[in-house]
Structure formats: structure tokens, C-alpha cells
């Protein structure tokens, strides 16, 4: 389970540190993806294939079961992590996250997102109002 959030910095040729505690569940081929809420997502390769086999699952009638397949699949890049533990993150990623210098790198239980500090730092305002976020999970049932 990918649980934490880190703070890594994106070298010069968009790799960004795997925290170490996520490398060996993200050992060899893993997706990089453009994800939800403008960010990014790392999925293991069991992961990704479980996911894939939902929204390929889905009717091809249905246009929005068509933008997620898009929006997913076309923004996928399959990787490894080289020898220091890093992601390559290619350019067209990069710009979709507003990814520049330095990137947070959370937990999300089968995968990890990678957000852009000040995307994470706005999104997150909203972790913080107790009220706020008891009332957008209350329909949850949990």
C-alpha cells in the first residue's frame, strides 16, 4: 500500500526520486499516467492491468467510458526506475502537472500521485476545514 507524502526535486531531464519506501512495489515496469485532479499517477504493472481491464470494460457507446480511455491510455508511459530510484517523467507529463523543480510524490493506496506543490498546497486547503471535508465524504458510507 502506498501511503506518505514526500517532497522530490525534478533534475534537469524530468526525473523525480521514487521514495524509497515505494521502490519495491514499483520494481520493474510501472505507468506513469496522467491522472485525476491534474496530477500524475505511478501505478505498479498489476495495478495498471487491473485498471486497464475496468475501463476497458466499459460500453465504447458510452462517450464518457471514451474521454477516460483517452484521456488515460494517451497519456500513459510505461518506465522503470533506474539505479538511484528515479521516475523519467517525459515532457508532455511534466507540462500536464505543472511540474517544475520540485514535485510531491504522495500515497494513494494502490498507487502513488505526483502533484505539483502549489496544485497540492490549494487542493489540500480543503483537508484542512474539518466541516468542509466531513461534508464532501458524508455520502461515502463510511
Known amino acids: 500500500m502506498f501511503t506518505g507524502e514526500y517532497r522530490h526535486a525534478v533534475d534537469e531531464k524530468g526525473r523525480i526520486a521514487v521514495p524509497a519506501r515505494f521502490r519495491p512495489q514499483l520494481a520493474g515496469t510501472c505507468v506513469v499516467a496522467r491522472w485525476l485532479d491534474a496530477c500524475l499517477a505511478i501505478f505498479p504493472m498489476p495495478a495498471w492491468e487491473e485498471l486497464a481491464t475496468k475501463v476497458g470494460s466499459l460500453p465504447m457507446t458510452d462517450p464518457n467510458a471514451r474521454l477516460l480511455q483517452r484521456q488515460l491510455f494517451a497519456g500513459a508511459f510505461e518506465t522503470e526506475l533506474d539505479r538511484q530510484g528515479r521516475v523519467l517523467v517525459p515532457q508532455n507529463l511534466r507540462a500536464f502537472a505543472a511540474l517544475d523543480g520540485e514535485a510531491l510524490v504522495l500515497g494513494n493506496r494502490e498507487h502513488a500521485e505526483i502533484w505539483a506543490p502549489a496544485k ?23
Do not use: C, N, R, V
Open 120 to 142: 497540492w498546497d490549494e487542493y489540500s486547503q480543503a483537508l484542512d476545514d474539518p466541516t468542509a471535508f466531513a461534508q464532501a465524504i458524508a455520502g461515502l458510507g463510511i
